[in-house]
């Protein structure tokens, strides 16, 4: 069992430049979610996905953000023209559907200059 | 008022303290998790639960669906056990994404 694989670790960027996250579910798993957490907080839910359909986004989700999910295994997050407000750390989690557990990434951590 | 609330926020005990971690929420749900979160920022799950009660080792996590309430249970308490604690609901209405609480941050000192 490999796990929820994410990558990079940890990105440091420009404010404006874009960036793109990439996470790798347990292969078995057909839902897959990000979420956003910043410092001293909770995690929040941004978008997920039941194999290669995106079924719901946030309203924290903004126009500068994308996910895609395209053959139904792994799933990347684009952030463009990124902001401050940008800086958290994006979470990755995958589960087998319903109501079994979701499996978490260790994330990658975005820090804007 | 946030629909998952943990208390308390943050907690510091002696080592060999039997500790205790608070979650209620508002909202019906079909499940509860509880996770551990290390400082590098990695998600470990703990307990997943819809009733009752559950031990792994020294932990033991407790539901009460109609009070809305569980508590997450250290014994012995170590140093290791030091993070951060979420607890994470499942509604029963929607996508089955979770909602968390802000977390309790655990110090265990030696």
């Not at chain 1, 929820?4 to 839902?31: A, L, M, W, Y």
């Not at chain 1, 902001?83 to 804007?112: K, V, W």
């Not at chain 2, 996590?61 to 609901?89: F, G, W």
Request: charged letters at 20%.
């Amino acid at each position: 069992d490999t796990g929820v694989s994410q990558n990079p670790r940890h990105k440091i960027t420009k404010r404006g430049q874009n960036v793109t996250f990439r996470c790798d579910p347990i292969s078995e798993h057909n839902r897959l979610y990000w979420y956003r957490q910043t410092l001293g907080q909770g995690p929040e839910f941004l978008t997920y996905f039941q194999n290669e359909a995106q079924l719901e986004k946030s309203r924290l989700l903004s126009d500068r953000f994308s996910a895609e999910r395209p053959k139904g295994s792994f799933s990347t997050l684009e952030i463009q023209r990124t902001e401050q407000g940008d800086s958290a750390m994006y979470l990755c989690a995958s589960s087998s559907g319903g109501n079994q557990p979701q499996h978490f990434g260790d994330g990658t951590r975005l820090s804007i200059l | 008022k946030n629909e998952v609330e943990q208390s308390p926020q943050n907690l510091t005990a002696q080592e060999g303290e039997f500790i205790t971690i608070n979650c209620s929420y508002s909202v019906g749900i079909s499940a509860l998790h509880w996770l551990q979160q290390h400082p590098g920022g990695g998600i470990v799950s703990l307990f997943m639960l819809s009733s009752g009660k559950k031990k792994h080792g020294r932990l033991i996590a407790t539901i009460n669906i109609q009070e809305k309430h569980s508590s997450l249970h250290i014994t012995a308490s170590h140093p290791r056990d030091s993070a951060v604690y979420i607890c994470a609901v499942l509604p029963t209405t929607g996508t089955y994404k979770y909602i968390f609480g802000t977390g309790t941050r655990l110090k265990v000192l030696a």
